[in-house]
């Protein structure tokens, strides 16, 4: 039998890194943005080899908890945990103890019984990861709560615009569309804000809060951008009779984006699911234009470096993404 | 008799106090004997009598608090509050009498409930209790209740509190019959085709959190209505709760127009502004909701110049389970009774924005005067309803601490200024620190 010689330091656990969320854009600097974008572009350039997998995040463990439905959102957190090598585990609320009339609370204590490293919660009711963040050690990623925040989709927003036009300072961009329901549209106009863009809010006047910024609400006003961000009439967020608009006939004349309403030039985007026809033409969805495609494969490599980032410290350098990989 | 519960006969000499009851132009410090629940003597260096003597040096000895506005959740939502555990509360925060609202399960609008409340606070209370009784039969807007049998039976005041008389009609028939109670209609003023889905004030930070709003003219235009209905009908009336400034200006213009109206604001209107809704925590959701800094200062100004003439705590127990949930699923409420002295001395008379005098006239004499009650004050002869503060202690407000079976408080962990250390309600000692 051989001898255990035990140097004491070796014992001691990792420094515990100060424990951080990521709940909304407002708890992010400029600096954290960019750091962000960079982690992951270096991970993009990980994707591009044969072997995609990272051993990076091995033996962690990252919980999707979707309390709403979601296509994009949820396959992206799974797979870019994946592609780290952390453990994932999906919850989803249907089929679950939610529908025993569970509380997201004692859900919460359940998951967080298995001492996982991130909670990724999706929740139609804003406060949801505010409440998870009270109650679970994990980190906890906000995958969109209610109308309020949608943090890791702004970020790859940005990472698409700056991959598009190679700049994310100066850039303009107009979002068109029901503002008023869109945790999206929040999210991102604290985004572009926070990297030196700018941003026209365009679309009928009741689904445009002034308070949000500059608002236009004629469809000539997208004119002006170097991006269109077309967002989705969210009838599902609408109260039954608040007639935002008299008809989605009359929305869809005034304020579709269609390629008569765009100049040469213009980058399109969409958070998707799009209505085609409804708020976005069908030609412009599927046009050159459109990086709707480019921005579901950002939010792979995005969330991957938001996961990096909550679970390590300090910026990775493409040598090291490469090296482990 | 509006006001039911335990009185006492107790025998006291606070000593050396700084005695201060700005409805009698007392200010001194002085001795503060009590005989049999009974304020016998105020004056240097007084006999004990063999009573009990409590050091009053460094501390401040006023009239005790009277609130208007309290959900004791009693029949129906025992498991957050009861008569028993609502009084302590109110004990423990230097009140001597309360006003319980009837929006319970069932509501107080039948005299067989508002009997049995009363039945039960006769031995229940910490302090006297006084019961409101509904408007409307179930608070559901369509018929009145029997506001004269009522009325007779005890009840202390006629509310629908939790939501608007929605009909302008019924609202101007309630306030006609009124006429024959001598009691004061107090009104939930809110437009609900502006105010539904709200969770917040309507405003930047409600667009940027994307919270459904809840707009100052959701009140503001219920005020005005009322106000012009009272007016119509040279009736008084009392508006509960009010939070925005358009509000305040509708109760300006009525009272320059000699229309009798009474109105109260809560310590977190009087506080807190809707900036503080950014954390997301449910215990900064309530009805109506916090609103801008401008507002704030609007319902300071109307404090400071008596046009609003009370502070009431709207104390609102939620249980956990219905608190611990996201901001958006959360009901409207916050419980005050315990914290409502140290939140105003701290955040209004410290910094220079209410004297100490304003704040206890509007905690005690200006709400007693409103619901016609006795005014709490210390003179020879008075019962004894004594508050003794020490405004020099600081104590942070933690939730095994709270005497109220809820703690569903907007200031959970803070550290405040200002401690009550004592209560005397209609002669008995109700609180003891």
Known sequence: MTDLHVVPGDLLPPATPERRHLLSIADLTRDDVERLLSTAHSFALSQERENKKLPTLRGRLVVNMFFESSTRTSSSFELAAKRLSADTLSF?????????????????????????????????????????????????????????????????????????????????????????????????????????????????PPLVPAELGERAFEIDAIAEADVVYVLRMQRERMEEGANYVPSLREYSARWCVTPERLRPGQKVMHPGPMNRGVEIDPRVADSDAALVVDQVRAGLVVRMAVLYDLLTTGPVLVETAMEVA | MILVGRGGADDLVVRGARVLDPGEKLDAIVDVRIDGGHVAQIGERLASNGHRVIDGAGLLLAPAFVDPHVHLRTPGREDEETIETGTAAAAAGGYCAILAMPNTDPVVDTTDVLRGLRARAEHEAAIPVGFTAAITIGQAGQQLTEMGELADAGA????????????????????????????????????????????????????????????????????????????????????????????????????????????????????????????????????????????????????????????????????????????????????????????????????????????????????????????????????????????GATWRVREERFRSRSANSWLLGEKLRGKVLLTVAAGRVAYEA
């Open chain 1, 92 to 204: 989803k609320a249907s089929g679950s103890s939610v529908d025993k009339g569970e509380s997201l609370k004692d859900t919460a204590l359940t998951i967080s019984a298995y001492d996982p490293d991130v909670i990724v919660i999706r929740h139609p009711q804003i406060g949801a990861p505010q409440l998870v963040s009270r109650v679970t050690e994990a980190h906890v990623v906000n995958a969109g709560d209610g109308k309020h925040q949608h943090p890791t989709q702004a970020l790859l927003d940005l990472y698409s615009i700056q991959a598009a036009l190679g700049r994310l300072e100066g850039v303009h961009v107009a979002i068109v569309g029901d503002i008023l329901h869109s945790r999206v549209a929040r999210s991102l106009v604290q985004a572009l804000r926070l990297v030196g863009a700018s941003v026209t809010l365009v679309g009928p």
């Open chain 2, 156 to 391: 202390a005041a006629f509310t629908d509190d939790g939501r608007p008389v929605a009909s302008a009609g019924l609202m101007r028939r309630a306030l006609e019959y009124n006429a024959i109670t001598g009691r004061r209609l107090a009104l939930h003023c809110e437009e609900p085709s502006l105010t539904r889905g709200g969770h917040m004030h309507m405003g930047a930070v409600s667009a940027e959190l994307g919270l459904g709003g809840w707009p100052s003219l959701g009140e503001s235009l219920g005020v005005a209505r009322e106000l012009s209905l009272a007016r119509d009908t040279a009736q008084p009336l009392h508006l509960m709760h009010l939070s925005a400034r358009e509000s305040v200006e509708h109760l300006r213009a009525a009272q320059a127009a000699g229309v009798e109206a009474s109105a109260e604001a809560t310590p977190h209107h009087l506080c807190l502004t809707d900036e503080a809704v950014r954390s997301l925590d449910p215990n900064l959701k309530m009805n109506p909701p916090l609103r801008t800094a401008d507002d704030r200062a609007a319902l300071i100004e109307a404090l400071n110049d008596g046009a609003i003439a009370a502070i009431a705590t709207d104390h609102a127990p939620h249980s956990r389970e219905e608190k611990d949930v996201p901001f958006e699923a959360a009901p409207f409420g916050v419980t005050g009774l315990e914290t409502a002295f140290a939140a105003l001395y701290t955040h209004l008379v410290q910094p220079g924005l209410v004297t100490l005098e304003t704040l206890l006239e509007r905690m005690s004499a200006g709400p007693a005067h409103i619901f016609g009650l006795d005014r709490p004050r210390i003179a020879i002869g008075a019962p004894a309803n004594l508050v003794l503060l020490n405004t």
